[in-house]
């Protein structure tokens, strides 16, 4: 028991804590705990003058019930819209759909996102669930590409010349990658070519691409190209972690319900008349709101900021007469929150206090806790060793587990290469897992550098001599790339 703690005491160092004894700049702040204000004599023009169709594409791209709060976050983002007037039809959502009728869920069948507890999940469409939630099928829908999906509902986006796009992730970011609930994940180089032919095939007006990841600045950086017309917001610049939250708030859950990020967009478009709000104005409140936490960044077009929100999400006409004020509101309560990449541990390790002692959940879910902080552990030490034996025993082993581009540059200049690097690594020491992901921004510094595959593989087997057989294991999963 006492390894254990241990353990665990030393994966936590991304949490925040709110109890005594810390200092105010310590705490995350919620922002459906505060108090909104606006200004009834506020000009803007009420008249919602877009063109066009609104269409929108909402991506949960993990599953388990530790990753709660990504598909809570897909749900509210849907009832925002449906709220708006965004008809059902023009909406296409990929969520695996295991959270609901979990076994852990204390109210089966409803999905929440915050402390008010409102269920989110009621009427949501059930598009691309399962397996059918992976990379082929969603570059497949923003192509509106029926023939190369592989299951799910069919939707794509049939969009015309003058419709308007909303396109919403959330999930794990990694530097230059975004995860997916199957592999492989989806990597920026090939989710911006879908983005070139989706504009090339001219069959839309305007784009909208919100993303809620860790490093998910890095998706965009020196890639996304002006002209697309496409704008980009991202919860967090390469190098940086988000954050996750409404996890004490809402105990009886045992895993966290929402992300910082997402629940201030979101929690924003629920209460105000989004004719009045451009997406300029949105993204300096968000900005504002979680500097504390991340950098929002931007990215593309930026001119399309100056659009009104209600151009991609409709607005609800019961906050017609709340109009919004471009100014600070006021503080926030201090409460808790958690780094993503630490949020699985909090479930788990409430999975296993709350077990009853002797039983065989506690049993199993001390094994299941026992098998993450070890499986971390590998991680990180492979990688270190293999730095070593590539680099040696100096200062560029360390630099290259942490160096980052300057901005305006990609991750990787040679992203076949990095893909190269994750599956040399995945075939002789297991799957990076959600975890380990966050090592390919140290194999794309080793593509940047010259480095040959085969290098990487000689120190891949040398420190890897055993081939994991854990839940991670890449025999289970599959390769990452």
């Known amino acids: 028991m006492a390894t254990l703690v241990f353990l665990f005491l030393l994966a936590l160092s ?52 530790y990753n709660y709060r990504h598909q809570a976050d897909v749900c509210h983002a849907y009832q925002i819209l449906r709220k708006g007037g965004v008809k059902d039809e023009n ?15 204390p109210y089966p069948g409803t999905i929440i996102n915050g402390p008010d507890k409102k269920d989110v999940y009621k009427g949501v469409p059930k598009d691309y669930t399962g397996e059918d939630v992976n990379v082929q099928n969603l570059l497949a829908v923003i192509l509106g590409n029926k023939t190369a999906l592989t299951g799910g509902s069919g939707k794509v986006l049939d969009t015309d010349p003058n419709d308007h796009i909303f396109i919403y992730y959330t999930d794990h970011g990694y530097p230059g990658v975004l995860g997916m609930p199957t592999e492989p994940y989806l990597y920026a180089n090939d989710l911006i070519d879908t983005l070139k032919k989706k504009h090339a095939s001219g069959t839309y007006e305007a784009m909208v691409f919100y993303v809620e990841a860790c490093e998910a600045a890095s998706i965009f950086e020196g890639l996304l190209p002006d002209g697309l017309n496409i704008y980009a917001s991202t919860a967090a610049k390469a190098g940086e972690g988000s954050w996750v939250t409404y996890c004490d708030v809402v105990e009886e859950y045992g895993t966290c319900v929402g992300d910082l990020y997402s629940v201030t967009w979101m929690e924003n478009c629920d209460v105000y008349n989004l004719r009045t709000q451009t ?150 020491c297991g799957s990076l897992s959600e975890y380990g992901m966050k090592y390919t921004r140290f194999l794309a510094n080793i593509c940047n550098s010259g480095a040959q595959k085969e290098k990487m593989a000689e120190a891949s087997a040398q420190v890897c001599l055993n081939f994991p057989s854990n839940p991670w294991s890449s025999l289970v999963k599959g390769f990452s790339a």
């Open 279 to 428: 997406l300029h104005q949105q993204y300096e409140m968000v900005k504002k709101k979680i500097a504390y936490a991340s950098t929002v960044s931007q990215f593309g077009d930026f001119p399309i900021s100056d659009d009104s929100l209600s151009k991609y999400m409709g607005t609800n006409p019961a906050n017609d007469k709340h109009r919004y004020v471009d100014e600070e509101n006021s503080l926030r309560p201090h409460v808790e929150a958690v780094h993503q990449r630490e949020a699985d541990l909090y479930h788990f390790w409430d999975k296993y206090q709350k077990a009853s002692e002797g039983s065989r959940n506690k049993v199993a879910a001390r094994k299941q806790l026992v098998e993450v902080m070890l499986h971390r552990m590998h991680v990180d030490d492979s990688m270190e060793s293999i730095s070593k034996l590539l680099f040696g025993l100096g200062t560029k082993a360390s630099e290259m587990m942490n160096t980052i581009r300057p901005a305006g540059q990609p991750l990787v200049s040679d992203w076949d290469c990095l893909k190269t690097m994750v599956r040399t690594y995945e075939t002789h």
């Open 14 to 65: 991304g949490f925040v804590s709110g109890g005594r004894g810390t200092t105010r700049d310590d705490f995350l702040r919620l922002p459906s705990l505060e108090s909104e204000s606006f200004d009834g004599n506020r000009n803007s023009d009420d008249v919602d003058s877009s063109a066009g169709t609104k269409w929108a594409v909402l991506i949960a791209g993990s599953k388990g019930y």
């Open 91 to 105: 909406i296409i959502v990929f969520m695996y759909d295991d959270i609901a009728y979990n076994i852990r869920n």
